[in-house]
């Protein structure tokens, strides 16, 4: 069966520091991969896409980026994060592209930026 | 932007009863998707209805879709205290063969 994981559960960074969220899926093939971030009391906000490797699409120009450098991998980073970067990140994957189908997501990330 | 939106924004009922939520949105869609999320944790998919269906079930789920309306409604019957969780709508809008985009979702809460 197909698992996903995404650490750290939680992070507590200081304003102007990098980083690094990692999500990898297991039992599956080219997935497409997603990141999200969840604000408090709001929806999910989609921030990056992945249809494969290297292949990057940016929604939201932020001070965030992603890499996908293996199939299964997906990496959310910074290179200097802002107050405003907190929030509960989300990684999801889908077996195919396309909106109806069904998105399964790791357990997030909580970030606290201080 | 947002395009789902539910209502209630909570919602407390007994364990037993039914609970209703409600989804609207904006543009036309090809399909909606409905998910849970328990606290801290990540989205789990419950349903999904496409844009030429009216009703589907699944379970103690009942999902209905009016696009004239531009709505959709989640029937959860007979709860448990296990469905305490938030609750999102998901549409796929018309153009777009990816994305999808989520509510702010309803809190469900069920007392035992």
């Known amino acids: 069966s197909q698992t996903i994981h995404q650490w750290p559960a939680t992070l507590v960074q200081p304003v102007g520091s990098p980083l690094s969220l990692e999500c990898t899926v297991e039992g599956t093939s080219n997935p497409n991969l997603y990141w999200y971030r969840q604000a408090a009391g709001r929806g999910l906000q989609l921030l990056f896409y992945s249809v494969g490797i290297g292949q990057i699409s940016s929604e939201v120009p932020q001070n965030l980026s992603a890499s996908r450098p293996q199939d299964r991998q997906f990496i959310l980073s910074s290179k200097k994060l802002l107050l405003s970067d907190s929030g509960f990140y989300l990684c999801?994957?889908?077996?195919?592209?396309?909106?109806?189908?069904?998105?399964?997501f790791g357990d997030g990330t909580r970030l606290s930026i201080l | 932007s947002q395009q789902g939106e539910e209502d209630p924004q909570a919602l407390s009922i007994q364990e037993g009863e039914n609970a209703t939520m409600n989804c609207s949105y904006k543009?036309?869609?090809?399909?909606l998707q409905w998910y849970r999320q328990n606290s801290g944790r990540g989205l789990v998919h419950l349903i999904l209805?496409?844009?030429?269906?009216r009703e589907k079930h699944s379970g103690r789920l009942r999902v209905t879709l009016d696009t004239s309306k531009k709505s959709s409604s989640l029937l959860i019957t007979a709860s448990r205290a296990a469905d305490t969780a938030s609750y999102f709508c998901?549409?796929?809008?018309?153009?777009?063969?990816?994305?999808?985009?989520f509510g702010k979702g309803t809190l469900l809460t069920v007392n035992p």
């Open positions: 999801a994957w889908s077996v195919l592209q396309g909106s109806d189908q069904p998105q399964h």
């Open positions: 543009t036309s869609i090809n399909n």
């Open positions: 209805i496409r844009s030429n269906e």
């Open positions: 998901a549409t796929g809008p018309e153009g777009s063969n990816y994305k999808l985009t």
